[in-house]
């Protein structure tokens, strides 16, 4: 358990009081309105902002756009193909979420781990629903290894719903006979998309994530299919021959039954998982401006930076 201070759970918690706040995620529960609550949760006070020591250049890649964030310690523009890389996955349920969203994000992780970091503006449901966002992300990732940049390379990191396409690559690549990153990084990921676990229930008043608007997500986004598939649902795949993982919660988040859930199937079987619970904080902790937020970015950079040598 990695302790928050007194002051972080006190910012965090006045942050998620505050009026506009509380607007922005009980304004509905139209995609419209979902997107609305998000760009006025962006553009909150306590919420971090795009560094300005990091650039940010647009590029589009089979057909998806994305940005790089390039930190002070790389210097050239255009990331040569031997260059180790950091994938982001921004959040955002599959409905809300944007390269905006996880921008600050990404240019955190960027400047803590020194290293090119490519966010992936994959496409959002309903207009797009499954698999239409883990197509995007498995053709960003193809066309990298097509410019002869090597798997070991490369780690992915997403946030969120970010985080369960990143480890919903790992069946997907599996299937397809084609090799994994060198490791996945997943912060606060819906792991089950059924939404079983018990934190669902007993986490409810301390979380901002809450049940009704996780089902009404999972119902954009999957339709009528089921859950019930490993490359949906990641609590589901068999981690065995896995690249190692790294998996992050709040011990406030509704989610965390289930990621707890994962990373002991994981490392059941035989998955090398190194497991973090945050303590105190709700769900999108890592976009406030507080010390644990901070941390918890910068411990996913670090790891990355370690797992690509």
């Known amino acids: 358990m990695i302790e928050s201070s007194e ?10 009081a505050d009026a506009a706040y509380q607007r922005a995620y ?11 609550g998000t760009a006025a949760v962006t553009a909150h006070s ?14 589009t890649l089979a057909g998806v756009p994305c940005e790089w964030l390039l930190p002070p310690a790389v210097r050239a523009d255009i990331v040569p193909a031997d260059q180790p890389l950091i994938v982001y996955l921004h959040g955002g349920g599959f409905v809300r979420g944007s390269l905006n969203l996880g921008r ?10 020194g290293l090119p970091v490519l966010a992936v503006g994959y496409r959002q449901a309903p207009e797009h629903p499954y698999p239409a966002a ?24 997403g946030e969120s719903a970010g985080g369960t396409l990143a480890l919903g690559m790992l069946p997907r690549l599996q299937g397809l006979g084609e090799p994994a990153p060198a490791a996945i990084a997943a912060v606060s990921p819906m792991a089950d998309l059924a939404l079983s676990g018990a934190s669902w229930i007993f986490n409810a008043p301390q979380d901002v994530a809450d049940l009704p608007t996780g089902r009404r997500m999972v119902e954009l986004y999957l339709g009528s299919r089921s859950p019930a598939d490993a490359r949906i649902s990641p609590v589901l795949h068999d981690y065995a021959g896995a690249c190692p993982l790294w998996i992050a919660i709040g011990s406030h988040e509704t989610m965390l039954s289930d990621a707890e859930r994962l990373a002991r199937r994981a490392a059941e079987t035989g998955a090398q998982v190194h497991f973090r619970v945050y303590a105190g904080v709700p769900h999108g902790f890592t976009r406030f401006n507080v010390p644990i937020a901070d941390q918890a970015l910068n411990d996913a950079a670090a790891w990355c930076r370690d797992q690509l040598g």
């Not at 883990?134 to 990191?157: E, I």
Request: charged share 20%; proline share 4%.
């Open 104 to 113: 600050a994000n990404a240019a955190q992780i960027a400047a803590s781990a």
């Open 7 to 16: 002051h972080d759970r006190a910012y965090i918690a006045q942050a998620l």
């Open 26 to 36: 009980q304004g509905g529960n139209t995609p419209q309105a979902m997107r609305t």
């Open 46 to 59: 306590a919420v971090r902002q795009a560094r300005e020591d990091v650039r940010v250049r647009c590029e």
């Open 134 to 157: 883990p197509d995007d992300v498995l053709a960003v990732y193809q066309a990298l290894r097509s410019a002869a940049r090597a798997p070991t390379s490369m780690t992915l990191v």
